[in-house]
Nanobody, 115 residues
Framework: QVQLVESGGGLVQPGGSLRLSCVDS????????MGWYRQAPGKERESVAT???????NYADSVKGRFTISRANARNTLYLQMNSLKPEDTAVYYC?????????WGQGTQVTVSS
C-alpha cells in the first residue's frame, strides 16, 4: 500500500524556487526521523536532507545553504523548500523514514531545472 505521496515538483528556471511536500499516511510519522532523496537520470538515488524528531537537520553538501527541510507533525507532512535551483538539481524527489521503519518508495515528484 502507498504510504508516502510526494507533490510540488515542476519545471523551473535556474535560480527559481519550489516547495515539495510529502504526506505520510503511516502511523509513526511523529516518532521517526525523515528524509528527502533524489534520483537523477543515469544516477543512483541519493540522500538530500534529513530531519530528526526534535527537528535537527542535515544536508548533502550539494544543497547546503539552498534547501531547507521541515516537518509538520500534526499534518503528517514533510517539506523541502528549494531555493536557488540549479540544473544539476533536476531529479525525481522522494521522501521516506530513516532507519528500521523505512517504507516502500512512493512515486516521487519530478523537479526539472532548465532554461
Amino acid at each position: 500500500q502507498v504510504q508516502l505521496v510526494e507533490s510540488g515538483g515542476g519545471l523551473v528556471q535556474p535560480g527559481g524556487s519550489l516547495r515539495l511536500s510529502c504526506v505520510d499516511s503511516g502511523s509513526f510519522f511523529s516518532i521517526n526521523a525523515m528524509g528527502w532523496y533524489r534520483q537523477a537520470p543515469g544516477k543512483e538515488r541519493e540522500s538530500v536532507a534529513t530531519i530528526t524528531t526534535n527537528a535537527r537537520t542535515n544536508y548533502a553538501d550539494s544543497v547546503k545553504g539552498r534547501f531547507t527541510i521541515s516537518r509538520a507533525n500534526a499534518r503528517n507532512t514533510l517539506y523541502l523548500q528549494m531555493n536557488s535551483l540549479k540544473p544539476e538539481d533536476t531529479a525525481v524527489y522522494y521522501c521516506n523514514t530513516l532507519g528500521p521503519n523505512f517504507r516502500p518508495w512512493g512515486q516521487g515528484t519530478q523537479v526539472t531545472v532548465s532554461s
